[in-house]
């Protein structure tokens, strides 16, 4: 069996799972699709760029992260159903996901999430030192968001499904009860996000084209990470922040209830009750780990090669 991944190139996070599936998996992988038994469309919107007559010869499984019907116009909803023709089988990252996907198809869904890589991500116990690293005081208490808060297509309106407003919110009020209240970003389209802090007087730091053992330290100088977002897959972050023990509340999104304790999920009506469980949090995500983080994947292929 050879498994083809299509490709993304956008320096996100989909692109560093896709290699790290290479890497892994040599043996059953490939980057010629003819010779591939099963295309994994791992970045669906990406997926008219496959020609169509390999869809219609091989075995396609299709990742879905998440589905924003508050965005799920006619185009999309005809990309979708466009798309759904040539899939053999869908894969959702989280139960959420698969619940969505249950609206719009009868085709089988796999729910499991991606893995954790924690040769990347892992607790680091030298915390004054990288504060040192990075310029960053002792007393600064550091709240940190590292995900894209602004639409592409004008670089100022907020992308709502990440939550940008309800993150801003929940800091500035955190703010007026603590000084030394500092926010930490990371990545591209902050803009949203900067804008407030700033017309909010909410002193940051900002990051934004870093490595990944640059973005491993940040987890590891935080106080706290925030999950604000009214519609995600993963994210991601919550995962990396359980590995790395970084005390982390969300939203009720995505993996936030797989990995986090109840205690740690909240709504905009109780942010402030939310509590990290950092041991609870590091626990449940370790079963994700490389390579066990693999095995649920590599039994969904074997068992959609041999149907």
Request: charged share 30%; hydrophobic share 35%; net charge neutral.
């Amino acid at each position: 069996m050879k498994i083809y991944l299509n490709k993304v190139n956008e320096s996100w996070i989909v692109d560093r799972l896709r290699d790290e599936w290479f890497q892994y998996n040599e043996n059953i992988s490939t980057n010629n699709i003819k010779e591939s038994d099963v295309i994994w469309i791992i970045a669906p919107w990406m997926w008219n760029r496959i020609p169509k007559r390999y869809l219609k010869q091989k075995t396609v499984i299709c990742t879905i992260h998440h589905i924003d019907f508050e965005k799920f116009d006619r185009n999309e909803e005809k990309n979708f159903y466009d798309r759904d023709v040539y899939v053999d089988i869908y894969h959702a990252v989280s139960k959420k996901t698969e619940e969505q996907l249950l609206q719009l198809t009868k085709k089988r869904i796999y729910t499991i999430p991606f893995w954790i890589n924690q040769n990347i991500f892992f607790e680091k116990n030298n915390k004054s030192e990288l504060r040192k690293k990075y310029g960053i005081s002792e007393k600064d208490y550091l709240i940190g968001s590292f995900q894209r808060d602004t639409e592409g297509k004008d670089l100022v309106s907020p992308k709502l499904s990440k939550g940008p407003d309800q993150f801003i919110k929940i800091v500035k009020e955190l703010s007026q009860e603590n000084d030394n209240l500092k926010v930490l970003l990371t990545g591209k389209r902050r803009n949203y996000v900067i804008k407030n802090l700033k017309d909010n007087s909410i002193p940051f730091y900002y990051f934004e084209m870093i490595t990944f053992e640059e973005l491993n330290d940040l987890y590891n100088l935080l106080d706290l990470y925030i999950v604000a977002s009214r519609v995600e897959g993963g994210p991601q972050a919550i995962v990396e922040c359980a590995i790395t023990k970084t005390p982390i509340i969300s939203t009720d999104v995505g993996l936030a209830s797989l990995i986090l304790d109840k205690v740690s999920l909240f709504d905009m009506n109780n942010f402030k009750l939310a509590k990290p469980n950092t041991k609870s949090a590091y626990k449940k995500a370790s079963i994700l780990n490389i390579p066990d983080g693999f095995s649920d994947f590599l039994n969904l292929f074997e068992e959609s090669n041999e149907n």
